[in-house]
């Protein structure tokens, strides 16, 4: 699997705290069982989560706080 870099992530999700949350969600959702997005086998979850966001097989929503 191609490791896909931080500038591709940060396109799909503009703000580097969003992104590593999302990955990290992504991640626990990975260990927990659910199915992976991409067809591509690794054993590492966050490369796994990285590429199904930088290929868009993974859509994050981000809810802005309210203040």
């Known amino acids: 699997m191609k490791f896909r870099s931080r500038s591709e992530i940060i396109n799909k ?3 580097k705290y969003d992104a ?4 990290s969600n992504r991640v626990k959702m990975l260990v927990e069982g659910k ?3 991409v067809d591509e086998y ?3 979850y966050i490369k796994v989560a990285m ?3 930088a290929s868009g ?6 809810k802005e706080k309210e203040k």
């Open 57 to 62: 097989a993974l859509e994050v929503e981000i």
């Open 20 to 23: 590593v949350m999302a990955i």
């Open 35 to 37: 199915k992976r997005l």
């Open 13 to 15: 999700i503009p703000n």
């Open 42 to 44: 690794d054993e590492n």
């Open 51 to 53: 590429e199904e966001i």
